[in-house]
Structure formats: C-alpha cells, structure tokens
C-alpha cells in the first residue's frame, strides 16, 4: 500500500505489477494489481486475461452485488472485487474489498491504479469508496 507512480503507470509499480506478467510499461495495471495480490497468496482465480478489469466479473455467477443491491441474498466480503465504471460504459476499474461494513452506505477497498486519497499522485491505496458507486462486486471462485 501506498507504492506510487512515476510518471503514467510507472516506476515501482511497473516492477512490481506489470513487467512481471508480460506487460509493458504505461499498462494499466488496477486488473494486474488484483491478480498480483492472487498470486502472492497463491489462489488461483482462474480469471482469463487479468490485466482487463471487466474480465473480473466473468462468469456472471459470480456476481454477488449489482446496481446497489445483493444478488441472491449474497453479501459482498473482503476479498471479493469491486468492479466500476468511471466515464464509460465499460468497467474500466477493479479494487479488491477489505471491509464491508452491513447497514452502511460504504466500504473499504485497496486498488492499484487508483488516485491518492490524501492529494496528488496514484498508485496503491486504501479508500473508502461508496457502494452506489460499484457496477457490480464479483467473488472469485477457487
């Protein structure tokens, strides 16, 4: 937490998140920081093509809050993914939850390629994110 970029997409966050898995420098890297924190704890996610954050939501199984709601009386736990749509109609971002406190309209989430709570810069960070914000929240199935 808290690696940041030099320039676009790269410095410390190119060798940590990027090179390694075949990508090549200003790559955006939110998918692959995801996938990277899968391999560190050696769960195997089985998402085809990490570094793309829609690719996170797939299948749609896997879906366990969509337009602000639970699916299927499921409710979203630390570890599932945040999935958002920022100018697009494509999800373009995808942030890992670390707490989803029930009954509040917020969540704790860490995202790489994210922007800097505190100021300037991005990089790897802990937010506080609303849930109405998420497109969809994906669990992982291993």
Known sequence: MGTREVGQNRGPVYELF???YGYGPGTMYCGLFCHHVFVVADVRHYVDGPALAANWARPANVIVWRANHAVGNRVPLAGDLALFRFGGKR?????????????ENYCWVIGG????PAGRGEGVFLKKRLKSEMTVVSRIKF
């Open 18 to 20: 990027i090179k390694p």
């Open 91 to 103: 999800i373009n971002h995808v942030e890992l939850i670390v707490n989803w406190p029930p009954g």
């Open 113 to 116: 390629n994210t922007s800097n």
